[in-house]
């Protein structure tokens, strides 16, 4: 079956930079559009778009992250990434990898918290 595996989550100052990974597993992962969602803490908090790449590496980010956040995907290693640098307190949130648009595949998520 389709497995999405995160890494690299944390505690970061505000300022920092972390990269984010996501390994795709039991499909042809060349040919999907990735994607990266985050959720915030809150209980009526919904999944967040971030950034999403596609099969010949063009990419799309939201206004929020559009400067500060690079997406990426090596195609060798079946591997989305998510390089994120200026991270600010509002980044905190639990960060998932998904293929896009139909979102039929998610990952356990990986979280970062941003914090003096």
């Known amino acids: 079956q389709v497995q999405l595996v995160e890494s690299g989550g944390g505690l970061v100052q505000p300022g920092g930079s972390l990269r984010l990974s996501c390994v795709v597993s039991?499909?042809?992962?060349?040919?999907?559009?990735m994607a990266w969602y985050r959720q915030a803490p809150g209980e009526d908090r919904e999944r967040e778009f971030v950034?999403?790449?596609?099969?010949?590496?063009?990419?799309y980010y939201s206004d929020s992250v559009r400067g500060r956040f690079t997406i990426s995907r090596d195609n060798t290693k079946n591997t989305v990434y998510l390089q994120m640098n200026s991270l600010k307190p509002e980044d905190t949130a639990v960060y998932y990898c998904?293929?896009?648009?139909?979102?039929?595949?998610w990952g356990q998520g990986t979280q970062v918290t941003v914090s003096s």
């Open positions: 039991g499909t042809i992962f060349n040919r999907l559009t």
């Open positions: 950034a999403r790449v596609f099969s010949g590496s063009t990419t």
């Open positions: 998904t293929n896009w648009p139909r979102t039929e595949y």
